[in-house]
């Protein structure tokens, strides 16, 4: 029976399989979905995901050449598509461990194994709305809070975002995906990743300052010097456009310094050792707002109210007392 709560929701729906997906679109709209768009093609599917303001994805993965989990990866990672947030459930005939972790760490808030029954589609999306996990950010992971599946779990609080599923089905307009709140709850995803790349750039210096004054692999040295610039070049595309971007400078230094010891019989100068240890320290000295802004709760229901408060305030010329946005970032 059609649920009228539905209608307003905008659904994209991937599935190669012909009769599986006429079969999941009719699911859809017998549910009450009012807008299901439907596509068969993964190159049209990703496009659909760039340009398209859908409030759910239903996506099939894992069978040969279709790797959807990327195309989620990348929305999560805001690289594509207008809401980094929107409701994901990916379906996959192909439950081998690989894959399925694959998935895990893309970002999707549920999967299903195939086959599926209409039924089940149907009562996976309800549990989503009713009861949808916070979202958690690591080093390289931003979706629902899946401690097992997450490698590094970060210590932060996690984070209420902008959940237009259940907006428009429960009609919450406080928890509404906007330019604004998608804005606001992705300075908190950039400042927690922010706060993370510090503290590791001053644990891989040490571990690159402990392992060159051992006998250790040479192997384990480069491997720790390539995660250090990863993380390194992480954080200078972390700060492009902000008031952070001094530590652009900072980055580009240490950069310098982590080519020049990445060499084969390479052994450590005292001043190499002295800035190995000051570099990181001083980055993350630059970036000590962001580490308590970071360490505070976000919920996007407190934020549409303060918002709402604001807007209240400026309408009959009060000024507000109580910012909303991290000084950081401003």
């Keep these: 029976m059609a649920d009228p709560h539905f209608q307003a929701v905008r659904v994209l729906l991937f599935d190669p399989d012909p009769a599986m997906r006429h079969n999941t679109r009719s699911a859809l709209l017998n549910a009450g979905f009012g807008d299901v ?26 069978l040969a050449d279709i790797d959807t989990h990327q195309i989620i990866h990348e929305i999560r990672s805001n690289r594509i598509g207008w809401d980094p947030f929107v409701n994901v459930v990916v379906s ?18 549920d999967l299903i194994t195939r086959p599926m029954s209409r039924s089940q589609i149907i009562s996976r999306i309800e549990r989503l709305v009713v009861s949808r996990k916070p979202f958690v950010v690591t080093a390289d992971y931003v979706g629902p809070d899946r401690r097992l599946a997450i490698r590094a779990p970060s210590a932060m609080p ?66 720790i010097i390539a995660a250090m610039r990863e993380r390194n070049g992480a954080l200078a595309e972390a700060v492009q456009g902000t008031k952070l971007e001094h530590v652009i400078s900072l980055c580009d230094a240490l950069s310098d ?67 909303i946005n991290s000084p950081a970032f401003d």
Excluded at 38 to 62: N, Q, S, Y
Excluded at 286 to 305: G, Q, Y
């Design 37 to 62: 768009v439907a596509c068969a093609d993964p190159v049209e599917f990703g496009d659909k995901a760039k340009i398209g303001k859908f409030d759910l994805i239903l996506a099939e993965t894992g």
């Design 92 to 109: 996959l005939w192909n439950s081998a461990p690989e894959v399925v972790d694959k998935v895990m760490k893309s970002g999707a808030d």
């Design 158 to 223: 996690a984070i209420i975002v902008p959940n237009s599923l259940k907006a428009k089905a429960e009609n919450r307009p406080e928890l509404s995906a906007t330019p604004e709140t998608i804005q606001l709850a992705m300075k908190v995803v950039k400042e927690r990743k922010i706060s993370i790349y510090t503290e590791q750039l001053m644990r891989l210096s040490s571990a690159v300052i402990l392992l060159f004054g051992t006998t250790g692999s040479a192997k384990d040295r480069k491997a």
């Design 257 to 323: 310094l982590l080519r020049s010891i990445d060499i084969d019989g390479r052994s450590l100068s005292d001043k190499d050792r002295e800035l190995l240890s000051q570099i990181p320290y001083a980055i993350h000295k630059a970036c000590v707002e962001v580490h308590h802004t970071a360490s505070l709760a976000f919920d996007i229901r407190d934020v549409t109210s303060r918002l709402r408060d604001k807007q209240k305030q400026q309408k009959h010329g009060v000024p507000s007392e109580n910012g």
